[in-house]
């Protein structure tokens, strides 16, 4: 919610419109802020190659000015209220704001470093201030508010009465109804807020680097490859310690290297460093963020009217309310937990078997699961990997997916600037051959880089001023040593494809007005187009297009393939429960109230409370994140899940529903495709989005497509 009005402020209040240097256009050019300039590389293509981090401090301080003096521009308008001088005019206000931010936050998550983050940290309550000053301007709010409820006698369009509808939702969500002696208090609400999780996000960065494991010998790391041994020598050289080699460790709990390590102790070790992070003291602990993050926002919801803070958010998602989610969760709780214990037992026999003499624990699921998979499907994920490899994955898969069902085409360059030399470029030609965006992917891991995968907007499709997307999808594939290829796990090729799903919703836009456009739509439908697109990855088509061996270039044997099929159904209980224990967090801290939240005086008791409540408590299985690491709802990204990581349940239901849509309608074509596009990609929020939902399904969503999925 907060972070969404932020957005809004950044990519949808405002666009970009044509900064040719009015204010500079006597100066010489290498003096010239590049921030200040539109980028004249094709689509406005950010300036990498001459962006400075000084140059963001007084980009930013000038965008805000510009945004703050159109605005008042348009709130003291002598002439009355229209559309087009209020709505429109809005629309068209803080380019250049719109036009740092996209950059600013998008390399602060995908290349930081200590000058992008310290000025992260003294922005980010400023912009909330900014954001606030915009909200609270009530003669602002009267316009909108007079257009608003007058909006069935304006003779506009219905875009254009969703866009009205929306900024109306938005100013009354952001408090502007309030009293001015609340409005102060929301105020300085935001400012505490947006500090907080900037600082969260910034602990938890510092925190996975501290928390990385290093180990004396090679032996200690038997289990990987040879060349994953190698990479793990090259990464700790690069730290500082040559005769060493480090794990990394990835944002969530459980950690990849996990499922190959042989020995229990280093599998420990992993694991504890893992479930620990931000919690035990010194600078990165972030246990006070939570407390008061939780208190901060159980008050701001209070003071909107509500009971609690989900109660707030949710009121705005296509999930509707707390009961909706709560529905859900409780629905899957006792099917996942039954699973995850009946997979547990099937593990342990197997440590029994061997004489381990050990019980279970959440260290050695992921090595033990792989035995059971082997043992059951009769192949590990090493067999699979050399039919992964990076080139053929996008190319031959994720890009020949996407012709198939859309008719269109990417073609790689070279000539445009990067922050990094990993980074690749390509062009999106459309069905009839036009150019339709420019997608950027930055695939491996970095130390600079925050974990997880996205997809993020550098410019967004713009229908009042016709600009095109230039969009990037962000993967953190372990780098290889050099002269080795990038060998994918069947995850993180999913996970390609899912992020080019979030990149075919942008790049498909076809809006006019950039609130509504987009990506912008509800958190809870966002993850859907993006979710529906990983069915490809394991389509028959396109699986034998581009799963081929690396070395041979044979095709992935028909066996192996059935058995992978076979085991989509796999460690399913885990997987489900780690989710429904990160959602049953992250419900418990915000659906408290102010009142309740007082008595809250230790993080790791509240958690462990909450997960025995929903009876999701089972140690073998702990929560996908821990509270003290948990940055999608307690971080500062630009896209905060606060109450909202049901999201990815909820997308998953919608998905699945989908999937058996596809199916019954023959699969991978055109005709499917373009059905798609035009009733769901194309339309970003122009519409209530479960309507979009229901006009291309026919129904609306239902759980058992998603239950008898995950065979539950
Ligand atoms: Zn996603």
Known sequence: MYKKYLLAILT????????????????????????FMESTLPLHYPRFDLIKNSDFAPAFAKGMAEELQEVEIIANNPEKATFENT????????????????????????????????????????????????????????????????????????????????????????????????????????????????????KNLNEVTASSVYVDRREDLAGLSDAEIDAAAMQAKADGHPDKWVIHLQNTTNQAVLAKLIHHSIRQKIMDASLRRSSHGGDNDTRINVITLAKKRAEYAKLLGYPSFAAYSLADQT?????????????????????????????????????????????????????????????????????????????????????????ITLQERHDLPVYEPTVRVFDVFDKDGSRLAILIIDMYARSNKKGGAWEAEYNAQNGLRGTQPVIAIHLNIPKV????????????????????????????????????????????????????????????????????????NAPIPKDLLEKIEAANKFNQGYATTESIGANVIDQAWHQITATEISAVDDVLTFEAAALQKAG????????????????????????????????????????????????????????NGDYFRAQVLSRGDSADPLLLFRNFTGSYPDIGPLLQRRGL
């Open 319 to 407: 999930a509707g309310s707390v009961d909706v989610v709560n529905k859900m969760l409780g629905q899957l709780a006792p099917l996942a937990i039954a699973k995850a214990r009946s997979e547990a037992a099937e593990m342990q026999a197997i440590i029994d078997e061997e004489k381990g003499g050990f019980q279970l624990s959440a260290a050695d699921w992921a090595f033990y699961a792989e035995k059971v998979r082997k043992k059951r499907y009769d192949f590990d994920e090493s067999q699979l990997k050399p039919y992964f490899e990076l080139n053929h994955v996008l190319l031959d898969g994720v890009f020949f997916a996407a012709h198939k069902l859309y008719g």
């Open 87 to 202: 709505i429109v005019a809005l629309e068209k206000s803080g380019a250049l704001l719109t036009h740092v931010s996209a950059i600013f936050f998008n390399l602060n998550s995908a290349n930081t470093n200590p000058q992008i983050q310290k000025l992260m940290r003294e922005l980010a309550p400023k912009i909330a201030a900014h954001k606030d000053t915009i909200f609270f301007n009530s003669k602002l709010f009267a316009r909108i508010e007079t257009l608003y409820n007058a909006r069935n006698t304006l003779g506009i369009d219905a875009q254009a009465k969703r866009v009205l509808w929306r900024y109306y939702q938005d100013f009354v969500r952001a408090g502007a109804r309030l009293s001015i002696a609340d409005k102060a208090k929301l105020k300085a609400l935001n400012e505490e807020i947006v500090s907080l999780q900037t600082d969260f996000v910034q």
């Open 481 to 552: 040593a050099p002269g080795q290829p990038t060998l994918l796990t069947h995850d993180e090729v999913r996970t390609a494809f899912h992020e080019f799903g979030h990149a075919l919703h942008s790049m498909f836009s076809h809006i006019k007005y950039p609130r509504i456009a987009s990506t912008n739509v509800p958190r809870d439908f966002v993850e859907y187009p993006s979710q529906i697109n990983e069915m490809w990855a394991s389509w028959p088509e396109v699986l034998q297009n581009y799963a081929h061996h690396y070395q041979t």
């Open 12 to 35: 949808a209040l405002a666009i970009f419109q044509v900064h040719a240097a009015p204010f500079h256009s006597q100066q010489t050019a290498a003096n010239e802020n590049p921030l």
């Open 616 to 671: 999701v408590d089972f140690a073998p299985v702990p929560p996908r994140y821990r509270s003290t690491y948990f940055s999608h709802i307690f971080g500062g990204d630009l896209y905060n899940y606060a109450a909202g990581y049901y999201s990815y349940f909820w997308s998953e239901v919608l998905d699945a529903d989908s999937v058996k849509w596809f199916k019954a309608h023959g699969g991978l074509k055109r005709e």
